[in-house]
Nanobody, 124 residues
């Protein structure tokens, strides 16, 4: 079993930066690809970024490429999402997720474990 706890959300002005963290419990954390998703009010949860179990392969939604960076620290059992140049339309609850499959895909159904989410609000 894997438990995920996100932190680092908050209020930031447009163009600003935030770093989200996702702390994982469970001895098998290092074997799981991980992902970040977000969900704005009234919208479906959408893929943001994913990272392989080794950290060597990353993937991003087109809308965040060049501005967001996903990384992981195995020693700390933590995954990060560095978000730069934030836009008001990126206001959402951000979730981290883990998958038992060998690849972190773009779809919600591909992930087995979810955190409770952290609110990110970008003001204009």
């Amino acid at each position: 079993q894997v438990q995920l706890v996100e932190s680092g959300g908050g209020l930031v002005q447009a163009g600003g930066s935030l770093r989200l963290s996702c702390a994982a419990s469970g001895r098998t954390f290092s074997r799981f690809p991980m992902g970040w998703f977000r969900q704005a009010p009234g919208k479906e949860r959408e893929f943001v970024a994913s990272i392989s179990w080794s950290g060597g392969i990353t993937d991003y939604a087109d809308s965040v490429k060049g501005r967001f960076t996903i990384s992981r620290d195995g020693a700390k059992n933590t995954v990060y999402l560095q978000m730069n140049a934030l836009k008001p339309e990126e206001t959402a609850v951000y979730y981290c997720a883990a998958t038992r499959s060998g690849y972190g895909g773009h779809h919600v159904y591909e992930y087995d474990y979810w955190g409770q989410g952290t609110q990110v609000t970008v003001s204009s």
